[in-house]
């Protein structure tokens, strides 16, 4: 899981509580990303940072927040408006500026809300 | 748009015996391409790539995979099974010059039996 790290492995919530999942790397990345992974349908993106205090919505980022405020740290809060939050959380980082182009995720957090 | 696509949602293989996981891509340009393993509540793990130049890759724990231009196609390949191969398997694409999103297959469930 190389230099990225995620925390909690596993959080539990409430419906109608919003919820921060955290992610750090020490990779020196500019770019990050978090993505969903739900049973049979792969990883969606939600959102992206290509550098710190910008960031772009991805595919599914309805009832989703981030923050960029440091390189290293890339917060997603999932809000009550999310309808099925629910699901498998990874956070990745990759530096577009090396000819690599390979993304590196960390282990990912298993959010489960009831 | 880029897409991805996994036709097969479980593959099983006997020990020693070669394996292949399916991917097609669809993109508008020239594809990077990507292949990650998953282990259970684990995150994803980079295998190899294909960027620019031979079509052959070869990657990690002895993986290898074919870029078919004309068939839109790179499968995963492998000589020899082990049971330590079992893990989810997905393939990615990211155009070439974008910034760098990845876009997933569902994932392909690979049983290596002893």
């Known amino acids: 899981d190389g230099g990225i790290t995620q925390s909690p492995k596993y959080l539990f919530r409430k419906e109608g509580q919003n919820v921060t999942l955290s992610c750090e790397q020490n990779?020196?990345?500019?770019?990050m990303y978090w993505y969903r992974q739900d049973p049979g349908q792969g990883l969606r993106l939600i959102y992206y940072?290509?550098?710190?205090?910008?960031?772009q919505k991805g595919d599914i980022a309805e009832g989703y927040s981030v923050s960029r405020e440091k390189k290293e740290s890339f917060p997603l809060t999932v809000t009550s408006a999310q309808k099925n939050p629910t699901a498998f959380y990874l956070c990745a980082s990759s530096d577009p500026g090396l000819a690599t182009y390979e993304q590196y995720f960390g282990p990912g957090t298993r959010l489960t809300v009831t | 748009a880029q897409s991805v696509a996994q036709p097969e949602d479980q593959v099983n293989v006997a020990e020693g015996n070669p394996l292949t996981v399916k991917c097609t891509y669809s993109v508008s340009g020239n594809p990077y391409l990507f292949w990650y393993v998953q282990y259970p509540n684990r995150g994803l793990q980079f295998l190899l790539k294909?960027?620019?130049?031979?079509?052959l890759v070869k990657g990690s724990y002895g993986f290898e995979a074919e870029f078919n231009k004309s068939q839109t196609s790179f499968h995963l390949k492998k000589p020899s099974a082990l049971v330590s191969d079992s893990a989810l398997y997905f393939c990615?694409?990211?155009?070439?010059?974008?910034?760098?999103?990845?876009?997933f297959g569902s994932g392909t469930q690979l049983t290596v039996l002893p």
């Open positions: 294909y960027i620019t130049g031979d079509n």
């Open positions: 990615a694409v990211s155009l070439s010059g974008s910034a760098r999103q990845l876009t």
């Open positions: 940072s290509q550098i710190v205090n910008d960031f």
């Open positions: 990779l020196n990345h500019d770019a």
